[in-house]
C-alpha cells in the first residue's frame, strides 16, 4: 500500500502488472529494513485496510483484480480449475470475531499488548506462541486462516483440507492445526500440511536467473515450450509447425510438472533443463513417448484391419494369452495401478505414481521387444494388443492424474 501509494508506475502497471506489483512490494520491503518511518508507515496502512478505509480498500481491490487476471492466465496454461476463489480479503470482516471468540474460550489471552495462544501443553509448540493479533490491532496470516478453516467447515463441511506450502512453514500449520481442534474439538474434518523441498539450481545454489532474481513460472514454461518444440521438429520433421507447437506445448508442460512431482517432495531438487526434457530416462517426454508407441501400433494395425482400440471394458474382458515372462510382469505391473493411486492419495506424494508410471513404460519396452502384436497368430495376438490398449490407457490416466496429456504423436 505504501509503494502503491507513493511510488506506483501507472505505465509500468499498464504493461505488466505483476511486474510492476513485484518492484513496488520489493522496494519498499528494503526500505522497511532500513528505515523504520517506512516500516510504521505500512503497518499502519495495513491496520488501515483491515479496518475498512475506503481508499485502502479500493487500492487492495484493484490489486486483486489485477493479479488474479495474470493468475488465471497462468491456471488456464496449466489446465488447472477452481470452483470458488476468495481471496485473503474475504476474510478480514470475520477476523475480530475469531480473536474475540478464541479470547471467550479461554485459548487466547493478552500478551504484551498483543493477543496470542500459548502451547504449554504441547511439548513441540512450549515457548512458541502463535500471535493472532498484533499490538497495533492488525490481524497477521493465523487469524486469517483460523477465519478460512471456520469458514470452510461452515460452508463445505469438507472430509479434508490440503495444504501445499514449502517446508519454511511448518511450525505454523502445526500451531494452527492444534489451536483449531482446541476451537472446534468436534470437528471430524482431517487437515494437511503438505510441504515441500526447495528448487536448486545445477550449481546446488537456490533456483534464481542469471541476474539473480526469482525464476518467473511464465518464463520458464515459455522456454520448456520452445525447447520441446525444437526436439519435436528435431524428431519428427515432417508435421506441419502448428502440429509441432502443439506437441511441444503438451511436452514442455508436462515435463515442468513431471520433474516437479518426480523427487520425494520433502527433498530439495536440482533443475536441469537436459534431464526433463530427456527421451530417456524417469521424464515426461519418455513417458509421453511411450504411450505414441502404443498409438502407432493400433494405427499400424488399423491399416492392416485389425479392430480399433476400446473394446476393452469391465464386462468384456479378452482371454489373456501370457505366454512370456514379458507378458506376465506387465500384465502384474497393470494390476497395480490402483492400488499405487490409493497411497499417492493417503499419504499425498505423487512421486509414487512417477515411478510407478516409469515402471509401467520400462515393462512394455520389454514386452514390445520381444513379443510380435501384429504379426503374431492368434490368440496371442489379441491378447497382446489387450496388454497394449491397457498398457496405453494406464499411461495416459497417470499422467493425467499428474495433471499432463498425453499426445498421440510425438
Known amino acids: 500500500l505504501v509503494g502503491w501509494k507513493e511510488q506506483l508506475d501507472p505505465a509500468g502497471l499498464a504493461a505488466d502488472p505483476l511486474a510492476e506489483m513485484e518492484r513496488l512490494y520489493i522496494a519498499v520491503n528494503r526500505a522497511c529494513e532500513t528505515d523504520p518511518a517506512t516500516l510504521e508507515r505500512a503497518r499502519q496502512e495495513l491496520?488501515?485496510?483491515?479496518?475498512?478505509?475506503?481508499?485502502?480498500?479500493?487500492?487492495?481491490?484493484?490489486?486483486?483484480?489485477?493479479?488474479?487476471?495474470?493468475?488465471?492466465?497462468?491456471?488456464?496454461?496449466?489446465g488447472v480449475r477452481f470452483d470458488h476463489t476468495l481471496g485473503e480479503s474475504f476474510y478480514n470482516p470475520r477476523l475480530q470475531e475469531v480473536v474475540r471468540d478464541l479470547r471467550d474460550q479461554g485459548l487466547a489471552r493478552a500478551s504484551e499488548g498483543a493477543i496470542a495462544v500459548f502451547f504449554d501443553d504441547v511439548p513441540e509448540l512450549k515457548g512458541q506462541p502463535a500471535l493472532i493479533q498484533k499490538s497495533d490491532g492488525a490481524a497477521n496470516y493465523m487469524t486469517t486462516d483460523l477465519a478460512t478453516l471456520a469458514y470452510r467447515l461452515q460452508t463445505w463441511n469438507p472430509d479434508q483440507i490440503?495444504?501445499?506450502?514449502?517446508?519454511?512453514?511448518?511450525?505454523?500449520f502445526k500451531q494452527l492445526f492444534t489451536i483449531f481442534h482446541?476451537?472446534?474439538?468436534?470437528?471430524?474434518?482431517r487437515l494437511a500440511h503438505v510441504w515441500f523441498g526447495a528448487i536448486l539450481a545445477e550449481d546446488g545454489k537456490p533456483f534464481k536467473t542469471r541476474s539473480g532474481e526469482n525464476v518467473?513460472?511464465?518464463d520458464l514454461l515459455d522456454e520448456a515450450e520452445e525447447r520441446a518444440f525444437r526436439l519435436v521438429s528435431e524428431k519428427n520433421p515432417d508435421l506441419d509447425e502448428g502440429r509441432r507447437r502443439e506437441i511441444g506445448r503438451l511436452v514442455g508442460l508436462g515435463a515442468v510438472k513431471y520433474a516437479d512431482l518426480l523427487p520425494n517432495r520433502q527433498s530439495d531438487y536440482v533443475f536441469s533443463w537436459d534431464k526433463m526434457l530427456a527421451l530417456n530416462g524417469n521424464t515426461a517426454p519418455y513417458l509421453q513417448y511411450a504411450h505414441t508407441r502404443i498409438r502407432s501400433i493400433f494405427r499400424k494395425g488399423a491399416a492392416a484391419g485389425a479392430p480399433p482400440p476400446g473394446g476393452i471394458s469391465a464386462g468384456r474382458l479378452p482371454v489373456f494369452v501370457l505366454a512370456t515372462a514379458a507378458e506376465v510382469a506387465l500384465a502384474k505391473h497393470l494390476l497395480n495401478f490402483g492400488l499405487v493411486l490409493e497411497a499417492v492419495i493417503g499419504e499425498h506424494r505423487p512421486n509414487y505414481l512417477c515411478n510407478y508410471l516409469y515402471d509401467l513404460a520400462g515393462r512394455f519396452t520389454a514386452f514390445y521387444e520381444i513379443c510380435p502384436v501384429l504379426k503374431a497368430s492368434e490368440p496371442e495376438r489379441s491378447s497382446r494388443l489387450a496388454l497394449c490398449e491397457l498398457t496405453g490407457r494406464v499411461l495416459a490416466q497417470g499422467l493425467a492424474v499428474l495433471g499432463i496429456e498425453a499426445p498421440e504423436q510425438m
Open 47 to 78: 491496520v488501515k485496510l483491515q479496518r475498512g478505509d475506503p481508499e485502502n480498500l479500493a487500492i487492495w481491490h484493484e490489486m486483486i483484480h489485477r493479479s488474479q487476471d495474470q493468475f488465471d492466465t497462468i491456471y488456464r496454461r496449466l
Open 182 to 189: 482446541r476451537w472446534h474439538p468436534q470437528a471430524r474434518c
Open 162 to 172: 490440503i495444504y501445499v506450502t514449502d517446508a519454511r512453514q511448518q511450525l505454523h
Open 216 to 218: 518467473k513460472l511464465a
